[in-house]
């Protein structure tokens, strides 16, 4: 039996990742935004401040635009080191130099303030300008593409430099025999085989080596689990099923959050 790693500040990689799970963010007196709920853990002294907090409104003013989502959003800083997960799915940083990148609102877990994060017109996305580095978790690990190239919904991750995809209906399949059986029945859904987002155009687009989304989850919602402070019994809406409707106990879901439907087309 194999002896397992232990890890303390001086041995944990800087800004780098520790396993394919987890990722390790160095602060030095910097200031990072993360979203809420992938920290796991951390060394030294680090605050996290709301998105609403009033003396970071200079920094927020410069680095984050999605009002819809500055609930999910916090911002670490300090000094320490700072470890990063999503429910054990993949995770990896990127960088980007003078770039412009959109991904899945849920797949974003931090990134520098030197990028601007901006709200984009496709519905479940956001889009980063600028250069620098942010986290990002995955279904498996990612491809990256080059356009043109047509591709399922489930599988995007999102798509740098590049137009924002259009819809693609592949209308003989629709219109065929197993197209019938499911207009007959009800059963079946729309796939990747049915329906893509079609990209054009110079630039990358970025795959997750699954055609399953990963599933949403409320930012800042306490699980329903025992040990866990504040948890309470399940429907008390306290992270049990009561919990479901918003991103935290009790805060209905913002107007352009599509949930359900939003995840039934592949946005």
């Known amino acids: 039996m194999s002896t397992p790693v232990i890890f303390d500040p001086m041995t944990l990689p800087s800004d780098d990742n520790v396993n394919a799970y987890t990722f390790c963010v160095e602060l030095k007196g910097s200031q990072w935004f993360l979203q809420k709920g992938k920290m796991i853990a951390y060394y030294g002294r680090i605050d996290f401040n709301g998105i609403g907090h009033g003396r970071l409104d200079r920094l927020v003013r410069t680095s984050f635009h999605s009002p819809l989502h500055a609930s999910d959003w916090v911002v670490a800083e300090g000094s320490g080191k700072m470890l990063l997960a999503d429910r054990a799915f993949d995770v990896n940083s990127y960088d980007l130099d003078e770039g412009n990148l959109t991904i899945r609102a849920g ?48 599988a995007l991750v999102g798509w740098a430099d590049c137009p924002s995809p259009c819809h693609h209906y592949d209308h003989g399949y629709l219109s065929g025999v ?90």
């Open 107 to 154: 797949n974003l877990l931090a990134y520098q303030p030197s990028l601007a994060l901006k709200q984009s017109i496709v519905p479940g996305f956001l889009t980063l300008i600028g250069t620098g580095t942010f986290v990002a978790a995955s279904n498996g690990p990612v491809v990256f593409m080059e356009p043109p190239l047509r591709v399922d919904p489930q």
């Open 178 to 267: 197993l197209g019938g059986l499911r207009s007959l029945t009800g059963l079946g859904g729309v796939s990747g085989e049915e329906h893509q987002f079609e990209f054009v155009g110079a630039g990358t687009v970025l795959l997750q080596s699954t055609e399953t989304l990963m599933p949403e989850q409320f930012a800042g919602t306490v699980p329903n689990e025992p040990g866990v402070p504040g948890a309470g019994p399940a429907g008390s809406g306290h992270g049990g099923p009561g919990a479901g409707q918003g991103g935290m106990g009790g805060v209905p879901r913002l107007p352009g959050q599509l949930g359900d439907l939003q995840r039934r087309f592949g946005l």
